[in-house]
């Protein structure tokens, strides 16, 4: 395993990454030691521009483990378009199973490539933010920040 850290506006993230594909991006609790390599680098590189208002999408190769389900919500997340969130009842009608909205949103807490794999684009239908493994702090910073990259101005969540 290959580690490399960002010092984000949100705080510690741990990009873990193996030979091919980048495996996890999260807040650990514990600052694990930097051992990079060319993805963990990589992957490292197109945060430091997604903070730096430069980049809404990533193209570095990334694979979590999960089941069919979880991997069909991952791919939908990462179709959402930067400061544009969707509800949960939204993304269920998109993967055609309007019963999902608990599995969909287990499936975003189990998601370990946060940012990449945008679960923090997911909302209440009421425009609530709900839920976020990172806490609602950092997903508010994130859609705000994703609001003024996309020169959406004022979102409409409640906060």
């Not at 609790?29 to 993805?39: I, S, V």
């Not at 590189?45 to 089941?67: C, I, V, W």
């Not at 009608?93 to 287990?106: E, Q």
Request: aromatic content about 8%; charged content about 20%; glycine content about 6%.
């Amino acid at each position: 395993m290959f580690i490399s850290i960002l010092h984000s506006p949100i705080g510690e993230l741990a990009i873990e990454a193996g030979e091919h594909e980048v495996h996890a991006i999260i807040f650990p609790t514990e600052l694990p030691l930097e051992n990079p390599n060319k993805l963990s680098e990589l992957a490292k590189e197109q945060l430091s521009e997604y903070f730096n208002q430069k980049r809404k999408y990533f193209d570095f190769p990334m694979a979590q483990a999960g089941t069919l389900f979880q991997q069909k919500v991952w791919n939908e997340l990462r179709k959402i378009e930067a400061g544009k969130p969707i509800s949960y009842a939204t993304l269920a009608r998109i993967i055609k199973n309007s019963l999902a909205i608990r599995a969909i949103a287990s499936a975003n807490g189990r998601n370990r490539l946060l940012i990449a794999v945008p679960c923090h684009r997911v909302i209440g239908s009421n425009g609530d933010l709900v839920s976020f493994s990172a806490g609602l702090w950092r997903k508010k910073w994130l859609l705000e920040h994703e609001a003024k990259m996309s020169s959406i101005g004022q979102i409409s969540l409640t906060f």
